[in-house]
């Protein structure tokens, strides 16, 4: 049996992500909705890896942000999209390309938890946020130019993430050398590029809005390609 197959908790038929329209519940119920998953998830879990550092991330984040708890705030669109996927998973759906190597890989034991962390990261920022992006344009009737600052805080909620992905890493027994093969991995995404990337795709998508099937297969090509770094990402270390 594959590798991949082995670790992998999900089959059938491919969950499609809530489209504009997106039923949004605010970041503080949302928070909630994610610790329920929490006492579901088996011990040394990569998905529970990722839900710990979103959960605590995202509680400090609040209490800061203007939006959070506005249902049709972008870091609520942005956490809903995640909760779908979650939903997903636990119907035994085949999951969006970009997410299915965390939970295909969620229990493999040559993955550490700081891999789990940023390849959720990675798939929550190299396909969720352009598409929450667009959630939040259609909601409100507005281009992605009205929402430059608010992406801008929650841009700042995805720093507190790595940060403290980078943090419990190199707070573990034994942080790794410049020579450790999670080193390499660990720099070989960039979250700035990554958001950079982000804003493009909204971008894109937004124009592309009255042209359904390319913008169906611009959303396809992003997924495909969040998913391959994804699985890059979590490339066993041990």
Not at 27 to 46: L, T, V
């Amino acid at each position: 049996m594959a590798q991949s197959e082995q670790y992998a908790d999900t089959a059938g038929q491919y969950a499609d992500p809530p489209a504009p329209g997106i039923t949004a519940v605010g970041a503080p119920a949302a928070g909630g909705r994610m610790r329920a998953f929490r006492p579901r998830r088996p011990p040394h879990d990569g998905v529970a890896v990722f839900d710990d550092v979103y959960l605590a991330v995202s509680g400090t984040f609040g209490r800061r942000s203007t939006y959070g708890s506005d249902p049709g705030a972008l870091d609520s669109l942005l956490a809903e999209r995640y909760l779908a996927v979650a939903d997903s998973a636990a119907a035994g759906l085949r999951l969006p390309a970009c997410w299915r190597p965390l939970f295909q890989y969620r229990r493999h034991p040559g993955v550490l938890p700081a891999q789990f962390a940023l390849a959720g990261l990675n798939a929550h920022v190299g396909h969720d946020l352009a598409l929450a992006v667009v959630d939040a344009c259609h909601a409100r009737g507005c281009a992605p130019s009205g929402l430059e600052e608010e992406f801008d805080q929650v841009g700042d909620l995805l720093l507190m993430l790595e940060e403290r992905v980078l943090e419990d890493l190199e707070a573990g027994p034994e942080p790794p050398a410049v020579t450790d093969p999670l080193t390499h991995l660990m720099e070989s995404w960039s979250l700035e590029r990554a958001r950079e990337a982000a804003w493009s795709a909204a971008r894109v998508l937004w124009e592309l809005r009255e042209f359904p099937v390319l913008a169906a297969e611009f959303r396809e090509r992003m997924d495909a390609g969040a998913g391959l770094v994804g699985r890059c990402l979590l490339t066993p270390c041990r």
